[in-house]
């Protein structure tokens, strides 16, 4: 089962995740904003697809530090998780979408495997924390590039739907 965990304040990163289900067939009933959710909401899930916009200077969405905080502690042996994010690479290159990597970097320990890495292709910036060994963590989306929006997001899927 698998399940959309969420932060999002202007909307963007919401609409994402809403695409994202719709793609991989879940029910919105199994997305979730995580300002409205508990981390213990993760529990029944075996597949976990977690998103955050990039805010500031590479930061978090704000609604994410206190469940991160509490999800970071979690054994989350046997379980998925994949990572994605908004960002805007023409006004932050040195960060973009470094949400991704914070959430990888704080989950990396629990136990959990990733999914969802992939070479970056038609990028300009690959050079922020969601770059690990020339492979981004998980979906960049670009707000400064929105008409490859549609094409990544789907392109994403099919690479979780494959394994």
């Known amino acids: 089962m698998t399940g959309i965990f969420y932060g ?16 991989l067939g879940i029910p919105d009933s199994d997305i979730h904003n995580v300002a409205e959710t508990s981390p213990d909401a993760v ?5 976990l697809i977690l998103g955050s916009s990039t805010w500031g200077c590479g930061e978090l969405q704000d609604d994410w530090y206190g469940f991160l905080d509490v999800l970071e502690k979690k054994d989350l042996s046997g379980k ?7 960002g805007d690479s023409n006004s932050y290159p040195d960060t973009f979408c470094d949400a991704i990597g914070h ?6 320990q629990t136990g ?20 690990n060994e020339g492979q981004f963590l998980g979906l960049a989306v670009d ?4 008409g490859k ?4 997001i789907a392109a994403w899927c099919e690479l979780l739907k494959k394994g």
């Open 43 to 47: 529990a029944p899930y075996d597949f």
């Open 103 to 108: 959430l990888f970097e704080a989950l990396k």
């Open 149 to 152: 929006t549609d094409s990544r």
């Open 80 to 86: 998925y998780v994949a990572l994605f994010g908004c």
């Open 112 to 131: 959990c495997t990733f999914k969802g890495s992939y070479i970056p292709e038609g990028y300009g910036v690959i050079n922020s924390l969601i770059c």
């Open 143 to 146: 707000e400064s590039d929105p």
């Open 8 to 23: 999002s304040t202007t909307g963007a990163t919401e609409a994402v995740a809403q695409d994202i289900a719709r793609m």
